[in-house]
């Protein structure tokens, strides 16, 4: 009984794909013009546990997650780089390989389908004359734009006021709109660059580009439809209306939304030099810290993220690790998990709107209790594993020092358990617990 909050309707709704059994998937990726960072990398960790879930509760899912391998930031870098705009291609094909090893060394599993621009570019074309042949876009001069008061159902999935966007709305000097609200679907290059098409060279507006490449790779309706909250305006609300004006049709079933992510309570931005990108952060802590920092957070709600929370969350995570790490991995299926009550419990959070954070909470809840059963241990080490996507595998503590008075209570305390002076052990224990260091036995 799998329920998802639909941001179009605003409410928590049960899930009924389009297909029985059948989920069609598809998420916003990146422009490749730098690393990315960790704002990406709780969005794509976000879905790849909704993509694993639905896998878990046995619905056979096709993700498609695209490449915006053409944009004016590419295309500026560039020129600013290589002093070529044409080189473009070179830095998205750089910053895709990166991409694609943050998101491996996060255990993200890789889309079904993860399509590039470039390479789809006679689809785009033809979603395009699609839309001016029913009277939904027009040309003018070499560019073409969507007519937004085409469109009956345009801002309900922001919930915008038509009359205030208007108000709000700029004109670039160099377009020649029929109204302020009308966007870009092909930009005209008059120097004979990009692609050739029926109205000129040139090369596509951003928001077209997902509306025919989920028509092209998923179909022309979806179940999901997922990204962070900052794409709700404009790119999906554009995306829908290009997608149902063409086709006639509900376009996305759902639409999904992860919370924005704070930088130290600040909004990330490039412009005031306070991105943290995924690369720099794996120099300092593994990145399956990073990976249950995210999913101690429900997807949906704002996250404000601290390198200083980052040792507590190691620390958590280690004490996960150490629980299950001479447990055997239990194979499981949905089904088996009603006749275990821990993971009963953690599938019912997980089916009311991916509640992982829940979850993870009722693992620490009955951890004891876990460790004294072997069949739930098994269960619950292959759950976190498999869907939460976490390796389980301890991490050593980095920067740790010793300084002479704490080797002095690690030898005093080595020689308690040689004497099985168990007390005395306790004792020693604890007093390196209260000066910060947690000490991890190995049989004598």
């Known amino acids: 009984m799998l329920k998802v909050t639909n941001t179009l309707t605003g409410k928590k709704e ?21 690393p990315a960072h960790i704002g990406h990398g709780r969005c794509y960790v976000s879905f790849d546990v909704v993509y694993r879930f639905l896998k878990f509760l046995g619905y056979d899912v ?12 590419l295309i500026n870098k560039a020129e600013k780089e290589f002093g070529d705009r044409q080189r473009y291609k070179e830095l998205a094909d750089t910053y895709i390989r990166s991409f694609h090893d943050d998101m491996r060394v996060l255990d993200c599993q890789s889309p079904d389908f993860e399509p ?3 390479d789809n570019i006679p689809a785009i074309i033809e979603f395009i004359k699609g839309l001016i042949a029913q009277g ?9 734009y969507f007519s937004v008061r085409s469109f009956d159902h345009y801002a309900e999935l922001s919930k915008h006021n038509l009359d205030d966007l208007c108000a709000g709305a700029r004109v670039d000097v160099r377009e020649s709109k029929r109204d302020p609200l009308d966007f870009a679907l092909w930009k005209s290059e008059p ?3 990009f692609w050739k098409s029926p109205w000129g060279y040139g090369r596509p507006g951003w928001h077209i580009e997902c509306s025919a490449l989920a028509a092209k790779y998923l179909g022309d309706q979806i179940d999901i439809h997922g990204g962070g909250l900052d794409l709700v305006f404009p790119h999906h609300e554009n995306e829908r209306a290009q997608s149902e004006a063409l086709h006639k049709k509900t376009f996305a079933r759902y639409w999904l939304h992860n919370g924005l992510l704070n930088l130290d309570k600040e909004k990330m931005s490039k412009s005031i030099g306070n991105v943290l990108t995924l690369d720099a952060l794996f120099q300092q802590y593994d990145p399956m810290v990073l990976r249950f920092y995210f999913l101690n957070h429900h997807y949906r709600s704002p996250m404000d993220f601290s390198l200083d929370d980052m040792p507590g ?22 089904a088996d998990a009603e006749h275990i009550s821990v993971l009963a419990r953690m599938c019912q959070v997980m089916e009311e709107d991916f509640n992982t954070a829940a979850a993870i909470g009722i693992v620490f809840e009955h951890l004891n209790e876990i460790k004294n059963d072997p069949k739930a241990a098994g269960a619950v080490k292959s759950f976190l594993h498999n869907v939460f996507g976490l390796s389980l595998v301890p991490i050593a503590e980095k920067g740790v020092e010793i300084t002479p008075e704490i080797q002095k209570l690690l030898d005093a305390r080595e020689q308690a358990r040689r004497d099985k002076n168990w007390k005395r052990a306790d004792e ?11 000490v991890q036995d190995k049989k004598i």
């Open 313 to 334: 969350i190691q620390k958590s995570y280690n004490r996960l690790c150490h629980a299950f790490q001479s447990v055997p991995m239990q194979k499981i299926t949905f």
């Open 136 to 144: 939904n876009a027009y040309q003018s001069g070499g560019d073409v």
């Open 14 to 34: 049960q899930f009924t794909p389009l297909i029985p059994g059948k989920v069609l998937m598809y998420v916003c990726g990146v422009t490749p013009y730098a």
């Open 62 to 73: 096709r993700y498609c997650r695209n490449f915006t391998d053409i944009d004016d930031k």
């Open 428 to 438: 020693l224990r604890d007093q390196l617990k209260e000066l910060g260091h947690d």
């Open 191 to 193: 120097t004979g660059t």
């Open 116 to 118: 590039c621009v470039t």
